[in-house]
């Protein structure tokens, strides 16, 4: 049937993968580079639909579900670690916590 | 009888050995009788032994005594082995007598030093070097003893170590015999590559077969040979530790640079004459030597106030006579001159002694004076070395010994007008400060007071020394006085006779000629010296004779050229480069990781959102290479 | 399975002393025990093999069991006339280690006889292996344990010279790992014998190219262990932070190591080009002698000093290696075995000084002759051997070495015996500073006790028996040294001396080398 071409689907996905790597490094805040990240992960998962619907595989859509399955987890694990993080230094800055360095 | 051989430096090393190891714990009369009993045994037995060897002459007038084989290996076997023949027969009488004579009178001088055992031990472990460098047949053995008496040397000249300058002479005594040294092992080397063996008998033999005269090789061995020699004897250019070493006791200038080490050089060119004469602008450079030294040390002699350093530097100038002799070819005569010298300047040094002990161990002449009454029989003695060292004619055994020399360098193959002439002057200047010396510390007003004289023990040597300072010269009288030739005759089978160009000159023309000059000399140094004390202050005040004056004073400069060229050269270069400038190089190759190091912690920021752009940097870098490579 | 045991014995008594370390004496005397029976072990075969017919060809005693055949990795040991003399030396120089800390090592007295011992059965290993790999193995048995004696017991800038040490001899050391894969799998893929046992490897098919990379592998691991010139700066650092033991371990045995394995391994490996390499060498023996003597003298630290001396010493080794004719050789062998003795001697003395009066510094002391007679004495003794006086042990090593390479390159060896002149310097330098002079400290400094003095008469006495009666020591290396001359013969001639042939010919031309 005809529908979106596969490439305008993947370059979608490129420019939002693209802008949420981007996010992910220029944002300070931690909440919006966790927020980046899931941009990141979506991005991948229209990929994988779209590259399914070319391939008229089901795959596509079952990677869809597992990565939502793990941006979930994540996220939950994330959301726990800003908030140590905010305890411990009083801030969502991410550059503050560095104290690892060499 | 001569199986005994062995015996004579061995009989020294055990007195070494037993001084060594427990002589504080003997008393100084055994002490005493060990360190001069040993030798006075070796010199009745090299009486012996000389004795047997003249009655009846082993086969080749040669008598070897192999030991044991020292290394084996490679072709190269050296032995331990020892050759009794004249001429080693001659400096083992020598060494054991004249030492004897020091030993005994080193019991009285050094009788109030608390380190007498140590004394004798050295002395006598030099004397057993010597004698094995005298009676080796072979020279690497020789050249154990060489080093040997050199260690010996350094040990007794830095006796009194307390005092750092006497530290410093003995170390410079070591260090220049060294440089010597050097040049003697590169001929060693040399003469083993190309000949096969270092025995001096097969040399002899060899050499003239394998190189024609005049030969590349045969004048590289004998200069690198000439260069030891120089060392030891001290010779131009090598001659500057000679002085110093006058910082060690009396009794060790007397035995070791007078009468026996620094004749080791003129011994080592008389031994090994045939390879000498195969290189003959080699023999002429030894005799251009002997000629010049012997004009430099005179004059240096004429300007020394130490007694000792006039007495070292007219030995530095009697054994350029010597080396002269060897060098015209007229080896037997250089013998016989270090024959006589011997006597003679051990007596002056040991008569030295007496005076500088009596006067509190001062060594300036000028603070002598009128010691003539004070002490008469060193006087005596002291006058009649003095006259042998002067050449004073007919009665002196220095005057045949030098009169000859004079002669053959004249006379002989190799000799010339230019060094007849450096000999005669040489004889001039030698009895100007002879006498110089004599006026000064035995006659006019006495400076000091003598405590007291000395007793028998350096008396008895005194006499003794004396009347062979005499006596000794009339082995070998001259054509024109009898022509007894005892000496030559006895060393003419090692050594062959120079032989004399009649018709080159009338000889007694020159003998009156050599007696006429030492004569003078001995009136020139009486008007300076005895008559008019002043004129000599007065001279050197005249801005030319002053200078001169100056400038042989400190030895023609050398030690300031060795100085400035050599030794603070030496000295700054490993003070500068103490660190090692090659651990730099190393260093700076820490240095630099360091630096990588430093530089690449800075990307461990501990910041999370740059390790975030770097992952995406790396992935997309890494991507890009996949695709389009 | 004697050469086992003489490995075994000092691993097994260094694991005894650790175990039993809590007990001073205890881990003193194992260690003491041990090291003793090793000593009259390879004495006894000394004796019993050294200067008489072998029936290996040269090789007294051979070992060889499988270890990893698939790897080409077998156990194989054997002992040759060279090794004999090491091997003695290791025992000897050993005890004479373990007598010497028995004063002055006090803390953890079980791991620093640990550490001895097993340094000591790594350099027997490496004297006694045959298979590269083992070889290898016991290269690093020995630098490891060394590494631990500076670091712990050592003095004040330890941990530097320990690190410094340690990543020389380690890198170094994987460079001729490298050589020793290359060699492995060349020789594998033309004979298809994939091994790393020596006897295999010799002989091996080679281009140049590949033989010269693979020999300077070796030349560089051996040269830097040596040390020559220009890779000696671990040297001065190494001995002078090590205890009074470790610096005459390192001095006596490790050094000898390197000579050891550029006379087994570079040689006989690569003839071709070690031999074409040799002018380069010998010409870094001769800085190595120079250079060592000027900086030896420029030193303050007294221990430095004798430490540089040692760099000196074993450039005279390195030129008689590569000369590599019998003179040469076995003026190298006789140098390596004295020079242990005298550098050990002074490096006790040192070590004795230091301990007393808690300075190394020369300027510091002076006049101490007075106070330590005894001392002073055995120093000039050592002074004397190391300024190479004849009738002690190292004139005959260094003339011998001299009159070898004189054959070979002229120049090289008059600058050499130049050498001579500098080590004077430094020698007579030493007793200056130290013992002669005005006194300056106002220390109270013992001389020697008993067992002190004992040990420096056994050391004044081997010197002396070896300069002057080395047959035992030129015999017993004599069979290995010609054995090895023969197999490399065609790389390099020497006319025989001229004195077996008739007399009457005419001159012989330069002693250059002959082709």
Same mark, same amino acid.
């Given at each position: 049937?005809?529908?979106?071409?596969p490439?305008?689907?993947?370059?979608?996905?490129c420019?939002?993968?693209?802008l949420?790597?981007?996010?992910l490094?220029?944002? %300070?805040?931690i909440?919006?580079?966790?927020?980046?990240?899931?941009?990141?992960?979506?991005?991948?998962?229209?990929?994988?639909?779209?590259?399914?619907?070319?391939?008229g595989?089901?795959?596509?859509?079952?990677?869809?579900?597992?990565i939502l399955?793990?941006?979930?987890?994540?996220?939950?694990?994330?959301?726990a670690l800003?908030?140590?993080?905010?305890?411990?230094?009083?801030?969502?800055d991410?550059?503050?916590?560095?104290?690892?360095?060499? | 009888?001569?199986?005994l051989?062995?015996l004579?430096?061995?009989?020294?090393l055990?007195?070494?050995?037993?001084?060594?190891?427990?002589?504080k714990?003997?008393?100084?009369?055994?002490?005493?009788?060990?360190?001069?009993?040993?030798?006075?045994?070796?010199?009745?037995?090299?009486?012996?032994?000389?004795?047997?060897?003249?009655?009846?002459?082993p086969?080749?007038? %040669?008598?070897?005594?192999?030991?044991w084989?020292?290394?084996?290996?490679?072709?190269?076997?050296?032995?331990i082995?020892?050759?009794l023949?004249?001429?080693?027969?001659?400096?083992?009488?020598?060494?054991?007598?004249?030492?004897?004579?020091?030993?005994?009178?080193?019991?009285?001088?050094?009788?109030?030093?608390?380190?007498?055992?140590?004394?004798f031990?050295?002395m006598?472990?030099?004397?057993?070097?010597?004698?094995?460098?005298?009676?080796?047949?072979?020279?690497?053995?020789?050249?154990?003893g060489?080093?040997?008496?050199?260690?010996?040397?350094?040990?007794?000249?830095g006796?009194?170590?307390?005092?750092?300058?006497?530290?410093?002479?003995a170390?410079?005594?070591?260090?220049v015999?060294?440089i010597?040294?050097?040049?003697f092992?590169?001929?060693l080397?040399?003469?083993?590559?190309?000949?096969g063996?270092?025995?001096?008998?097969?040399?002899?033999?060899?050499?003239?077969?394998?190189?024609?005269?005049?030969?590349?090789?045969?004048?590289?061995?004998?200069?690198?040979?000439?260069?030891?020699?120089?060392?030891?004897?001290?010779?131009?250019?090598?001659?500057?530790?000679?002085?110093?070493?006058?910082?060690?006791?009396?009794p060790?200038?007397?035995?070791?640079?007078?009468?026996?080490?620094?004749t080791?050089g003129?011994?080592?060119?008389?031994?090994?004459?045939v390879?000498?004469s195969?290189?003959?602008?080699?023999?002429?450079?030894?005799?251009?030597?002997?000629?010049?030294?012997?004009l430099?040390?005179?004059?240096s002699?004429?300007?020394?106030?130490?007694i000792?350093?006039?007495?070292?530097?007219s030995?530095?100038?009697?054994?350029g006579?010597?080396f002269?002799?060897?060098g015209?070819?007229?080896?037997s005569?250089?013998?016989?001159?270090?024959?006589?010298?011997?006597?003679?300047?051990?007596l002056?040094?040991?008569?030295?002694?007496?005076?500088?002990?009596?006067?509190h161990?001062?060594h300036?002449?000028?603070?002598?004076?009128g010691?003539?009454?004070?002490?008469?029989?060193?006087?005596?003695?002291?006058?009649?070395?003095?006259a042998?060292?002067?050449?004073?004619?007919?009665?002196t055994?220095?005057?045949?010994?030098?009169?000859?020399?004079?002669?053959?360098?004249?006379?002989?193959?190799?000799g010339?007008?230019?060094?007849?002439?450096?000999?005669?002057?040489?004889?001039?200047?030698?009895?100007?400060?002879?006498?110089?010396?004599?006026f000064?510390?035995?006659?006019g007003?006495?400076?000091?007071?003598?405590?007291?004289?000395?007793?028998?023990?350096?008396?008895?040597?005194?006499?003794?020394?004396a009347?062979?300072?005499?006596?000794?010269?009339?082995l070998?009288?001259?054509?024109t006085?009898?022509?007894?030739?005892?000496?030559?005759?006895?060393?003419h089978?090692v050594?062959?006779a120079?032989?004399?160009?009649?018709?080159?000159?009338n000889?007694?023309?020159?003998?009156?000629i050599?007696?006429?000059?030492?004569?003078?000399?001995?009136?020139?140094?009486?008007?300076?010296?005895?008559?008019?004390?002043?004129?000599?202050?007065?001279l050197?005040?005249?801005?030319?004779?002053?200078?001169?004056?100056?400038?042989w004073?400190?030895?023609?400069?050398?030690?300031?050229?060795? =100085?400035?060229?050599?030794?603070?050269?030496? =000295?700054?270069?490993?003070?500068v480069n103490?660190?090692?400038?090659v651990?730099?190089?190393?260093?700076?190759?820490?240095?630099?990781?360091?630096?990588?190091?430093?530089?690449?912690?800075?990307?461990?920021?501990?910041?999370?959102?740059?390790?975030?752009?770097?992952?995406?940097?790396?992935?997309?870098i890494?991507?890009?290479?996949?695709?389009?490579l | 399975?004697?050469?086992?045991?003489?490995?075994?014995?000092?691993?097994?008594g260094?694991?005894?002393?650790?175990?039993?370390?809590?007990?001073?004496?205890?881990? %003193?005397?194992?260690?003491?025990v041990?090291?003793?029976?090793?000593?009259?072990?390879?004495?006894?075969?000394?004796m019993q093999?050294?200067?008489?017919t072998?029936?290996?060809?040269?090789?007294i005693?051979?070992l060889?069991?499988?270890?990893?055949?698939?790897?080409?990795i077998?156990?194989?040991?054997?002992?040759?006339?060279?090794?004999?003399?090491?091997?003695?030396?290791?025992?000897?120089?050993?005890?004479i280690?373990?007598?010497i800390s028995?004063?002055?090592?006090?803390?953890?007295?079980?791991?620093?006889?640990?550490?001895?011992?097993?340094?000591l059965?790594?350099?027997?290993?490496?004297?006694l292996?045959?298979?590269?790999?083992?070889?290898?193995?016991?290269?690093?048995v020995?630098?490891i344990?060394?590494?631990?004696?500076?670091?712990?017991?050592?003095?004040?800038?330890?941990v530097?010279a320990?690190?410094?040490?340690?990543?020389?001899?380690?890198?170094?050391?994987?460079?001729?790992?490298?050589?020793?894969?290359?060699?492995?799998?060349?020789?594998?893929?033309?004979t298809?014998n994939?091994?790393f046992?020596?006897?295999?490897?010799?002989?091996?098919?080679?281009?140049?190219?590949?033989?010269?990379?693979?020999?300077?592998?070796f030349f560089?691991a051996?040269?830097?262990?040596?040390?020559?010139?220009?890779?000696?700066?671990?040297?001065?650092?190494?001995?002078?932070?090590?205890?009074?033991?470790?610096?005459?371990?390192l001095a006596?045995?490790?050094?000898k190591t390197?000579?050891?394995?550029?006379?087994?391994?570079?040689?006989p490996?690569?003839?071709?080009?070690?031999?074409?390499f040799?002018?380069?060498?010998m010409?870094?023996?001769?800085?190595?002698?120079v250079?060592?003597?000027?900086l030896?003298?420029?030193?303050t =630290?007294?221990?430095?000093?004798?430490?540089?001396t040692?760099?000196?010493?074993?450039?005279?080794v390195?030129?008689?290696?590569?000369?590599w004719n019998?003179?040469a050789?076995?003026?190298?062998?006789?140098e390596m075995?004295?020079?242990?003795?005298?550098t050990?001697?002074?490096f006790?003395?040192?070590?004795?000084?230091?301990?007393?009066?808690?300075?190394?510094?020369?300027?510091?002391?002076?006049?101490?002759?007075?106070?330590?007679?005894?001392?002073?004495?055995?120093a000039?003794?050592?002074?004397?051997?190391?300024?190479?006086?004849?009738?002690?042990?190292?004139?005959?090593?260094?003339f011998?070495?001299?009159?070898?390479?004189?054959?070979?390159?002229?120049?090289?060896?008059?600058?050499?015996?130049?050498?001579?002149?500098?080590?004077?310097?430094?020698?007579?330098?030493?007793?200056?500073?130290?013992?002669?002079?005005?006194?300056?400290?106002?220390?109270?400094?013992?001389?020697?006790t008993?067992?002190?003095?004992?040990?420096?008469?056994?050391?004044?006495?081997?010197?002396?028996?070896?300069?002057?009666?080395?047959?035992?020591?030129?015999?017993?290396?004599?069979?290995?040294?010609?054995e090895?001359?023969?197999?490399?013969?065609?790389?390099?001639?020497?006319?025989p001396?001229?004195?077996?042939?008739?007399?009457?010919?005419?001159?012989?031309?330069?002693?250059?080398?002959?082709?």
């Open positions: 049937m005809n529908g979106v071409p490439e305008h689907a993947l370059m979608l996905a420019g939002l993968f693209l949420g790597m981007i996010g490094v220029v944002r %300070r805040n909440v919006f580079m966790l927020m980046s990240v899931e941009i990141m992960l979506n991005a991948t998962g229209l990929a994988f639909v779209a590259a399914g619907a070319q391939w595989q089901p795959d596509g859509q079952i990677m869809v579900m597992l399955a793990m941006a979930a987890t994540e996220v939950a694990v994330g959301l800003v908030l140590l993080l905010n305890r411990k230094f009083k801030t969502l991410v550059d503050s916590a560095s104290t690892m360095r060499g | 009888m001569l199986d051989l062995w004579v430096p061995t009989l020294p055990a007195s070494y050995l037993v001084l060594a190891v427990g002589g714990r003997l008393s100084r009369a055994t002490v005493s009788w060990l360190g001069a009993g040993s030798v006075g045994l070796s010199a009745c037995l090299a009486l012996a032994l000389g004795a047997g060897f003249l009655a009846s002459p086969p080749d007038h %040669r008598f070897v005594q192999v030991l084989i020292w290394m084996n290996t490679g072709g190269f076997n050296p032995a082995a020892l050759q023949d004249e001429l080693s027969l001659l400096m083992v009488l020598v060494v054991t007598f004249v030492g004897f004579l020091i030993h005994l009178y080193s019991v009285e001088f050094m009788a109030d030093d608390e380190a007498c055992s140590r004394f031990a050295y006598n472990l030099f004397v057993c070097s010597m004698l094995i460098l005298v009676l080796a047949d072979n020279l690497l053995l020789l050249y154990l060489w080093e040997g008496v050199g260690l010996c040397s350094y040990l007794l000249i006796f009194w170590y307390k005092d750092p300058e006497n530290g410093r002479a170390r410079k005594a070591f260090i015999t060294r010597g040294d050097t040049a092992a590169i001929g080397f040399l003469l083993f590559v190309h000949l063996t270092l025995t001096i008998r097969d040399i002899l033999e060899l050499a003239p077969a394998h190189w024609a005269q005049g030969s590349g090789m045969a004048v590289a061995a004998a200069a690198l040979l000439l260069g030891g020699a120089i060392g030891k004897s001290g010779q131009l250019p090598l001659q500057v530790w000679l002085p110093d070493a006058m910082a060690g006791p009396t060790v200038s007397a035995l070791i640079h007078a009468a026996t080490m620094v080791a003129v011994y080592l060119i008389a031994r090994l004459h390879l000498f195969l290189a003959p602008a080699v023999q002429n450079a030894v005799a251009v030597i002997g000629a010049l030294t012997l430099l040390a005179g004059f002699a004429l300007t020394q106030r130490n000792k350093r006039v007495l070292a530097y030995t530095i100038s009697q054994i006579y010597m002269l002799a060897l015209v070819g007229a080896y005569a250089a013998m016989f001159h270090f024959f006589t010298h011997a006597f003679f300047k051990a002056l040094f040991l008569g030295a002694g007496a005076v500088i002990m009596a006067l161990h001062e300036d002449m000028f603070k002598f004076g010691m003539r009454k004070e002490m008469p029989l060193v006087y005596r003695t002291f006058l009649i070395g003095s042998s060292l002067a050449a004073v004619p007919f009665v055994a220095g005057f045949y010994s030098k009169d000859l020399i004079i002669w053959e360098s004249w006379s002989a193959p190799g010339n007008p230019w060094l007849w002439g450096a000999a005669l002057v040489g004889a001039f200047i030698t009895s100007i400060y002879t006498f110089r010396m004599v000064v510390t035995f006659f007003e006495p400076h000091g007071h003598a405590a007291h004289g000395p007793g028998i023990r350096m008396t008895l040597p005194l006499v003794v020394l009347f062979f300072s005499i006596v000794a010269g009339f070998e009288l001259p054509h006085m009898g022509n007894v030739t005892f000496f030559s005759d006895f060393l089978t050594l062959p120079a032989e004399a160009e009649n018709g080159r000159g000889e007694l023309l020159f003998q009156v050599a007696a006429a000059v030492s004569l003078s000399g001995i009136l020139i140094a009486y008007l300076l010296y005895y008559r008019r004390p002043a004129v000599p202050e007065r050197s005040e005249i801005p030319v004779i002053g200078t001169l004056g100056r400038l004073f400190i030895g023609w400069g050398f030690d300031w050229l060795y =100085d400035r060229l050599l030794v603070r050269p030496y =000295d700054w270069l490993a003070r103490r660190r090692d400038v651990d730099a190089v190393y260093g700076a190759i820490a240095y630099i990781t360091l630096g990588f190091y430093l530089l690449f912690s800075r990307t461990q920021t501990g910041k999370l959102r740059q390790y975030a752009a770097g992952i995406a940097l790396g992935a997309i890494t991507i890009a290479v996949v695709i389009f | 399975m004697i050469l086992l045991v003489l490995i075994a014995l000092p691993i097994l260094g694991a005894g002393a650790w175990i039993f370390g809590r007990n001073q004496l205890a881990a %003193r005397v194992i260690a003491l041990s090291l003793l029976a090793d000593l009259v072990i390879s004495i006894c075969l000394w093999y050294g200067t008489g072998l029936e290996n060809g040269n090789w005693i051979t060889d069991y499988p270890w990893m055949p698939d790897l080409g077998g156990l194989a040991f054997a002992l040759d006339g060279i090794s004999m003399l090491l091997v003695v030396l290791t025992a000897f120089l050993g005890v280690s373990v007598l028995w004063n002055e090592i006090h803390e953890r007295v079980g791991f620093f006889h640990f550490n001895l011992l097993w340094i059965g790594g350099v027997t290993g490496v004297f292996a045959m298979d590269l790999f083992l070889f290898y193995f016991f290269w690093e020995m630098i344990p060394m590494y631990f004696v500076i670091a712990i017991w050592g003095y004040e800038n330890r530097y320990a690190n410094k040490f340690f990543i020389f001899t380690q890198a170094s050391g994987l460079l001729m790992l490298l050589a020793i894969l290359g060699l492995f799998f060349v020789h594998g893929s033309a298809g994939y091994t046992r020596y006897f295999d490897l010799l002989g091996t098919p080679l281009s140049q190219e590949t033989a010269r990379w693979l020999m300077l592998g560089i051996f040269t830097v262990k040596l040390p020559a010139f220009p890779f000696h700066p671990w040297l001065p650092d190494a001995h002078t932070q090590a205890p009074t033991a470790g610096s005459v371990i006596g045995l490790m050094l390197g000579a050891y394995g550029l006379i087994r391994f570079v040689v490996l690569f003839p071709g080009a070690a031999l074409e040799a002018p380069v060498a010409t870094m023996g001769v800085i190595g002698i250079y060592g003597a000027l030896a003298f420029g030193q =630290d007294l221990k430095r000093l004798v430490a540089y040692s760099v000196s010493h074993l450039g005279f390195l030129l008689g290696v590569f000369a019998e003179l050789l076995q003026g190298s062998m006789v075995i004295c020079h242990g003795l005298s050990g001697a002074l006790i003395i040192v070590g004795i000084l230091q301990h007393s009066i808690h300075t190394r510094d020369m300027e510091k002391m002076g006049g101490l002759w007075e106070q330590v007679p005894r001392m002073g004495a055995a000039m003794f050592f002074a004397m051997a190391s300024l190479g006086l004849p009738g002690l042990g190292n004139f005959v090593g260094e011998l070495v001299l009159l070898g390479a004189f054959q070979v390159h002229v120049t090289l060896t008059a600058i050499a015996t130049a050498g001579l002149v500098a080590a004077t310097i430094y020698s007579l330098w030493i007793m200056q500073r130290v013992f002669h002079g005005e006194r300056r400290g106002q220390w109270n400094v013992p001389d020697l008993a067992l002190q003095t004992a040990v420096m008469a056994v050391l004044i006495a081997a010197l002396i028996w070896i300069g002057l009666f080395p047959s035992p020591v030129l015999d017993t290396a004599r069979g290995a040294i010609l090895m001359q023969r197999s490399t013969g065609n790389a390099r001639i020497l006319e001396p001229p004195q077996q042939q008739e007399p009457g010919r005419e001159a012989i031309a330069d002693g250059e080398e002959m082709k």
